[in-house]
């Protein structure tokens, strides 16, 4: 079938998204034909933002590829790779920082290869300027009052700091 449309799913917490993740997004869909990115609802992860606010904020950030259906945004539980099956998905795909994020991602690939031989997780590494980036320091800053606007969708800086930082 030559025609197939070839999809990912990127799967994550994104509590919130931050331009790291967009910059993986955007990578995937130069080698995908549709990203799927999927909200995980995972119960032994505790969020600060609920499954739809972290759903609306990479909507949010998502529009224009969203606009163009190169991506869709969507929430999933139970196996990640009955999701990717039901998606039509060949792949999964991760980002890499650092060394520090290899033996979990390493694990979790190795995982899934067990429950499903099918799906292939590919990582991909962000531009260099998102290495030490991730939602948990981008939460901390943004409650001490710290500048993050280069690391954020614009669209959803004042959303941000409207819950972590109420009018004091
Ligand atoms: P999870 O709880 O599944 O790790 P995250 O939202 O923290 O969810 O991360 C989702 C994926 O995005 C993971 O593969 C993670 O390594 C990757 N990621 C997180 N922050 C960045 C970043 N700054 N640059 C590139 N990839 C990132």
Redesign the pocket.
């Known amino acids: 079938m030559a025609n197939k449309k070839r999809i990912v799913v990127y ?5 919130p998204v ?1 331009n ?2 967009l ?2 997004v955007h990578r995937a869909c130069r080698l995908f034909d549709h990203v799927v990115v999927a909200v ?1 609802q995972n119960p032994l ?1 505790t969020c600060l933002f609920s499954l739809p606010e972290r759903k609306r904020f990479l909507t949010l950030a998502l529009a224009p590829l969203i606009r163009q259906g190169k991506v869709s945004v969507e929430l999933f539980d139970g196996l990640l790779v009955h999701f990717a099956q039901k998606k039509g998905a060949e792949a999964v795909v ?4 650092a060394i520090s ?1 290899f033996e979990y ?1 390493f694990q979790m690939a190795l995982m899934n290869r067990h429950q499903d031989s099918s799906v292939e997780t590919v990582f991909l590494m ?1 531009d260099e300027k ?1 290495t030490y ?3 948990t320091v981008i939460k901390e800053i943004v409650r001490l009052g710290g500048k993050i606007e280069r690391f954020l969708p614009a669209a959803i800086v004042p959303e941000i700091r409207k819950k972590l930082r109420p009018a004091r």
Request: net charge negative; glycine share 14%.
């Open positions: 799967p994550g917490s994104f509590d931050t790291g993740h910059d993986i995980s992860k991760r980002g890499l920082r994020d991602e962000p998102y980036l991730s939602s």
